[in-house]
């Protein structure tokens, strides 16, 4: 009699999800369960957003997603209100190599004032965002501390008690900082008073970083903010001899720094995010990650839950048990 063996190699295959979940959705590795059951994207999530976006992953790359695409990165999902950029050219379009006035030139609607000399040395793409890269000199020999400026966005309408929020990305590729930190990123509030809203310069940007303002306007009667996307101090002697790679400006009505909106010649809005668990059967407790470590729980949930679309940080998993 011959006995017949049939051996097993490896480990059992156990679900990802929770052995007492109904519901579980994992943004980070695009895995969904509804019902004890794995399920495809369309039946675990009803997702909609009218326009691209941009969000960024682990490493700090933006990644571009389409018309009623979950913006999905290894840091989850990312939900964000509906937002638009003011500076009217984001991507820096119409810049051209050289010494301005000299065959380069500012992308187009940009302005310098008080430097000797500019000098467009590169333009291109980092990390999915559009940047110009300026070699800026000029020697202060006033008695006097001189703003050597570049402007982005000029007469931007805006009305008294708004939130505003302007922010920049910068990179110092060769040269040294004046020696005043001082205002760097600049939006000036000009109605029958004047204010400013700055981010202050760090004291290295030797890589990609992004600075941001954010204040309510309080001059009153009609405002028009001008944005900079740099001012620097300089003190009375002092030389300046910088390059710098400047990225996606963007001057919107939020109350902190969103997702770059790329501008080509005029004001663009990002739609907004609009997600909602379909639920089964019951009614349930959330539990939502996010990309920060930090957790939010919703009870007696049913049906379809709409997942807020105003955090500043991607959700990586929700769980309905």
């Known amino acids: 009699m011959m006995l017949g063996l049939t051996l097993m ?9 929770a052995v007492d979940a109904a519901y579980a959705a994992d943004f980070v590795d695009n895995r969904y369960m509804r019902g004890g059951v794995a399920v495809d994207r369309a039946t675990a999530l009803i997702f909609t957003r009218s326009t691209p976006k941009l969000a960024q992953d682990s490493s700090g790359v933006w990644h571009s997603f389409n018309i009623d695409a979950p913006a999905l990165t290894d840091r989850g999902l990312s939900l964000e209100p509906a937002a638009t950029n003011r500076v009217p050219n984001a991507a820096m379009a119409g810049a051209v190599l050289g010494v ?20 467009i040395t590169a333009t291109g793409s980092e990390a999915g965002l559009p940047f110009v890269e300026l ?7 006033t ?19 708004e939130h505003w929020t302007a922010s920049c990305f910068y990179k110092k590729v060769a040269g040294a900082w004046p ?4 205002a760097f990123l600049n939006v000036e509030e000009v109605g029958t008073t004047t204010a400013y809203a700055t981010a202050d310069r760090p004291d290295h940007l030797e890589t990609r970083t992004r600075l941001a303002a954010t204040w309510i306007t309080s001059s009153p009667g009609t405002i028009g903010l001008d944005m ?5 101090n300089l003190s009375p002697g002092e030389l300046l001899d910088v390059t710098l790679r ?6 919107a009505k939020e109350v902190a720094a969103s997702s770059p909106i790329i501008t080509s010649g005029t004001a663009a809005t990002r739609a907004a995010d609009a997600a909602s668990l ?24 049913s049906g379809s839950y709409g997942l807020e679309n105003s955090s500043a940080n991607a959700i990586r998993q929700v769980i309905a048990s």
């Open 278 to 301: 379909s639920l089964s059967g019951g009614t349930y407790s959330l539990a939502l990650t996010f990309d920060d470590a930090s957790t939010h729980s919703v009870e007696g949930q």
């Open 228 to 232: 900079r996307a740099l001012m620097l």
């Open 135 to 141: 070699r800026l000199q000029h020697e202060n020999s």
């Open 143 to 161: 008695g006097g501390s001189q703003f050597p400026r570049l402007g982005c966005a000029q007469a931007v309408a805006a009305g008294i008690g």
């Open 246 to 251: 400047i990225y996606a400006p963007q001057l």
């Open 179 to 182: 020696a005043i930190t001082g």
């Open 100 to 119: 301005v006035g000299g065959g380069g030139t500012l992308p187009t609607g940009w302005t310098a004032a008080d430097f000797a000399i500019v000098e």
């Open 9 to 17: 190699t490896g480990r059992p295959s156990y679900p990802w999800w």
